[in-house]
């Protein structure tokens, strides 16, 4: 019933960009969660960031925020990944996670991430940057 569906991935060149969607249905999604996960092959499971609701915050890992930015178009149940400057180490499958609620884990330097327990996550899209 309920569903998460990425696309956008593909194959694109050191410093390009791309946009992944996600598209949740089953949800009422101005209130729905959703995150992007990715995971580079040997590696475990990384968060890239999260919109906690629509108009709500987003939160983005330390390292990505600058490159990468999260979106939302509620006529369309869909939230957008743009990925700017795209380097070869950003290869990997990205994953859309969704729920009605988000856990946050706050920093003591004021820094906040969504947590992982996501109950729905799409099948993953792969991502591949060349140099």
């Known amino acids: 019933q309920v569903q998460v569906v990425e696309s956008g991935g593909g194959w694109v060149q050191t410093g390009e960009s791309l946009r992944l969607s996600c598209e949740v249905s089953?949800?009422?999604?101005?209130?729905?969660?959703v995150g992007w996960f990715r995971q580079v092959a040997g590696r475990n499971r990384e968060e890239v960031g999260c919109?906690?609701?629509?108009?709500?915050?987003?939160l983005y890992s330390r390292s990505l925020k600058g490159r990468f930015t999260i979106s939302r178009d509620n006529a369309k149940n869909t939230v957008y990944l743009q990925m700017d400057n795209l380097k070869p180490e950003d290869t990997a499958v990205y994953y859309c996670?969704?729920?009605?609620?988000?856990?946050?884990?706050?920093?003591?330097?004021?820094?906040?991430?969504?947590?992982?327990?996501?109950?729905?996550w799409g099948q993953g899209t792969q991502v591949t940057v060349s140099s």
């Open positions: 996670a969704a729920d009605s609620t988000v856990s946050l884990v706050r920093y003591s330097d004021g820094h906040a991430e969504c947590g992982d327990e996501f109950r729905y």
């Open positions: 089953g949800l009422t999604f101005d209130e729905v969660g």
């Open positions: 919109s906690v609701r629509s108009g709500g915050s987003t």
